[in-house]
């Protein structure tokens, strides 16, 4: 190893603090760093190559090392590296809210710049309350999510967030925000305490949590709804058929906002621009990120419908929010060039063509002991790993720990595939490879998850 790389893993282990990390599982060994990418692939700094079966974080959707989306970012930076949006547009982000709009359903028409996915959750919680003020609904402030869901890391966003050890180091969080039951039909059984539904039963039993949940805070309380039309966390939960469009009445008939947190969903993770496309159903608001620029500069947004921009259009009233940085030129830049490859590429398409085999590769998988379910959507896949696949047993904290961080993450790497090993549910391993993957990176994601699970089965 030269020098130059000694440094790099002595500066990583001594003066970067890393995102959702245990140090100490670093002690005794260098810190894994990755210094480049081709396509589907990245490579370690000693060379190694990894298959990138999580897209970077369901980010790099047209895979590493595009060069035109780096000439972009330097054309744009040569030209204005920066400009705020505060009382200015810039040509950038201006054509890329009018493209963004034209690709969105019905009539979300307004695009609100972050710099990623959290904050966009953060400025439509914050819309959400201050649309309802002046409307003459001063009371409906509060929010409702599913259990297990992820939507972010900001206070506001954190308090929608259900996952409980997540929250907890931070509380008191932002009051107001309401927990219902997700989508895992899997689990439905004991999560409703209802035997055998079938996946519409269970769907519109969940919607209807929905519709309790607001009836029991009052509907004159209730500003929103925030749900992904895949949830991340937990594993992959696909909506069952007909969730989104109760879900759509419910908020309807009691003047409540649906957003839809497309943070991961949306920019052809599941074959469509915005997975509310997928599943045939049009919130009021969308938030998104990290796709939008397959990561190669960093943005996000909130895309409203032009209804909720109405009281803003007169007067002096102004949405007091906003990020310095928000619809940077760069990042916007690169989004568009980014767009560009969807459209050229047919990227949607590749994905939608592609989506049964890739599900077929992991369906393989199921002879396996471990395995108790494969659910996903698109290039958005999880895998939950159970005791006893006929019981659905799950694994206890120790044995999860011992599972997931003891052995699986760690085996999965070293066997040259990059992806989740997750238990902010039940344990799950997820997928989501750029969208340029096919079925040689199916088949090798498959074989090596075959190869990986059946060691942890001996070990267990």
């Known amino acids: 190893m030269t020098q130059p790389e000694n440094d790099v893993l002595k500066a990583a282990q001594d003066n970067l603090w890393l995102h959702f990390t245990r140090h100490s599982a670093y002690q005794q060994s260098e810190i894994p760093t990755i210094v480049r990418g081709e396509g589907s692939y990245v490579y370690d700094i000693h060379g190694k190559r990894y298959l990138d079966g999580l897209a970077g974080l369901f980010v790099v959707q047209v895979g590493h090392g595009r060069q035109e989306l780096a000439d972009a970012a330097a054309k744009q930076a040569q030209e204005l590296a920066f400009f705020p949006l505060w009382s200015y547009a810039h040509p950038k982000?201006?054509?890329?809210?009018?493209?963004?709009?034209?690709?969105?359903?019905?009539?979300?028409?307004?695009?609100?710049?972050?710099?990623?996915?959290?904050?966009?959750?953060?400025?439509?919680?914050?819309?959400?309350?201050?649309?309802?003020?002046?409307?003459?609904?001063?009371?409906?402030?509060k929010v409702i999510s599913r259990q297990i869901a992820y939507h972010g890391t900001p206070q506001g966003a954190l308090s929608i967030t259900g996952i409980p050890a997540f929250k907890e180091m931070f509380e008191p969080l932002v009051p107001g925000s309401i927990r219902v039951p997700n989508t895992n039909h899997y689990r439905a059984d004991e999560i409703s305490g209802i035997k055998g539904m079938t996946p519409e039963e269970y769907g519109f039993w969940a919607a209807e949590r929905v519709a309790r949940a607001i009836e029991?805070?009052?509907?004159?309380?209730?500003?929103?709804?925030?749900?992904?039309?895949?949830?991340?966390?937990?594993?992959?939960?696909?909506?069952?058929?007909?969730?989104?469009?109760?879900?759509?009445?419910?908020?309807?008939?009691?003047?409540?906002?649906?957003?839809?947190?497309?943070?991961?969903?949306?920019?052809?993770?599941?074959?469509?621009?915005?997975?509310?496309?997928?599943?045939?159903?049009?919130?009021?608001?969308?938030?998104?990120?990290?796709?939008?620029?397959?990561?190669?500069?960093?943005?996000?947004?909130?895309?409203?419908?032009?209804?909720?921009?109405?009281?803003?259009?007169?007067?002096?009233?102004?949405?007091?929010?906003?990020y310095t940085f928000g619809g940077h030129p760069v990042s916007a830049a690169v989004a568009l060039a980014n767009l560009d490859i969807f459209?050229?590429?047919?990227?949607?398409?590749?994905?939608?063509?592609?989506?049964?085999?890739?599900?077929?590769?992991?369906?393989?998988?199921?002879?396996?002991?471990?395995?108790?379910?494969?659910?996903?959507?698109?290039?958005?896949?999880?895998?939950?790993?159970?005791?006893?696949?006929?019981?659905?047993?799950?694994?206890?904290?120790?044995?999860?720990?011992?599972l997931l961080r003891g052995f699986l993450s760690k085996a999965l790497f070293e066997a040259g595939l990059y992806c989740r090993a997750d238990d902010r549910g039940d344990p799950v391993i997820q997928l989501a490879p750029p969208l340029i993957a096919g079925p040689e990176e199916f088949d090798e994601i498959a074989s090596t998850l075959r190869a990986v699970l059946t060691e942890a089965w001996a070990r267990l």
């Open 93 to 141: 982000a201006a054509e890329l809210a009018q493209r963004l709009a034209a690709y969105t359903p019905g009539e979300l028409n307004r695009v609100f710049f972050t710099t990623g996915g959290g904050e966009a959750v953060e400025s439509a919680w914050k819309l959400a309350k201050q649309y309802y003020k002046l409307v003459g609904k001063p009371l409906k402030h």
């Open 216 to 322: 029991m805070e009052g509907p004159d309380t209730v500003a929103a709804v925030f749900a992904e039309p895949v949830q991340n966390a937990g594993g992959c939960f696909p909506p069952p058929p007909g969730y989104f469009q109760r879900l759509r009445e419910i908020c309807d008939e009691y003047d409540v906002l649906l957003v839809s947190d497309e943070v991961i969903c949306a920019f052809g993770r599941l074959g469509t621009m915005f997975g509310g496309q997928k599943f045939d159903y049009v919130p009021d608001i969308i938030t998104c990120a990290k796709g939008l620029t397959s990561g190669y500069s960093p943005i996000g947004a909130m895309i409203a419908h032009e209804r909720l921009f109405e009281p803003f259009k007169s007067g002096d009233t102004m949405f007091a929010h906003g």
């Open 343 to 402: 459209e050229r590429e047919d990227l949607l398409g590749h994905v939608t063509t592609n989506e049964p085999l890739f599900k077929a590769a992991l369906d393989g998988l199921s002879d396996l002991p471990i395995v108790g379910d494969v659910r996903g959507s698109g290039y958005f896949w999880g895998i939950e790993l159970v005791k006893d696949k006929a019981t659905k047993e799950t694994f206890n904290a120790e044995e999860s720990e011992r």
